[in-house]
Each structure stands twice: as structure tokens, then as C-alpha cells.
């Protein structure tokens, strides 16, 4: 059984940075092919996917965050990790991990289909940016 729990965020000031952490508790490297990525929702807004890691380290951003935050794998630790930089306060939102090793459609599709079934999820970690 796999499992994704997310750690990080917090209360930033605009123009700051934090990092999230998802921990893994069981490689996916056993899947041929798989992604990983983080969503994030705003109050009253759907959920959006914001970054993606296939399983060779491809990484795809939605252009909301592309150039500030940045994706990582470290395989050995089975962790994901989102840095983020240059925060605002449209950044505000819950953030959360996903797992796909069952369909994984190529990255910006993946990204746009928060309600796959196929998506495995952490709990979610909130990220608030005051200005």
C-alpha cells in the first residue's frame, strides 16, 4: 500500500520561499512507468496541478509557477520535494502530493486531471502568503 504524507509550508510573506517535502512509504521505482506531482486548491477554487516528475525525472510546471518553483525527486529517501520561491499571495492555497503508477498520461494532461481515479493523494499541507 502506498502512501504519500506531506510535510513544509506555513505562513510565508510575499517574495519569500518554503519548501514542501512528500514522503513516499513505498518506491514507486517498481513501477515501470510512473509520476509523481503536487495540486494545489484555493478556497473555492478547483484543483489545479501545478508540477510533475515522471519516473525518469522529466519535471512539467503549469505556467503559474514556472521559474519559481521547482521539483525534485531523491530517490533513495523515496521524497519529493517542491521548492518554492519568488511566493505571492495568489500562491495561497492547500498543497498536495499525487501519485499516479497506473495511467500517468503525458505531463500537462496529467496535471489537468485532478479527478483521476488513478490518483493517489496525500492529506494536503497549507501554504499561506500574506502580502
Known amino acids: 500500500q502506498v502512501h504519500l504524507t506531506e510535510s513544509g509550508g506555513g505562513s510565508v510573506q510575499a517574495g519569500g520561499s518554503t519548501r514542501l517535502s512528500c514522503a513516499v512509504t513505498?518506491?514507486?521505482?517498481?513501477?515501470?512507468?510512473?509520476?509523481m506531482g503536487w495540486f494545489r486548491q484555493a478556497p473555492g477554487k478547483e484543483r489545479e496541478g501545478i508540477a510533475s516528475?515522471?519516473?525518469?525525472?522529466?519535471?512539467t510546471y503549469a505556467d503559474s509557477v514556472k521559474g519559481r518553483f521547482t521539483l525534485s525527486k531523491d530517490n533513495a529517501k523515496n521524497t519529493l520535494v517542491l521548492q518554492m520561491n519568488s511566493l505571492e499571495p495568489e500562491d495561497t492555497a492547500m498543497y498536495y502530493c499525487?501519485?499516479?503508477?497506473?495511467?500517468?498520461?503525458?505531463?500537462?494532461?496529467?496535471?489537468?486531471?485532478?479527478?483521476?481515479?488513478?490518483?493517489?493523494w496525500g492529506q494536503g499541507t497549507q501554504v499561506t502568503v500574506s502580502s
Open positions: 516528475i515522471d519516473h525518469v525525472g522529466n519535471t
Open positions: 499525487a501519485a499516479d503508477w497506473v495511467e500517468c498520461p503525458p505531463a500537462k494532461r496529467w496535471l489537468s486531471l485532478p479527478n483521476s481515479p488513478y490518483i493517489r
Open positions: 513505498t518506491s514507486l521505482n517498481s513501477y515501470r512507468h510512473h509520476c
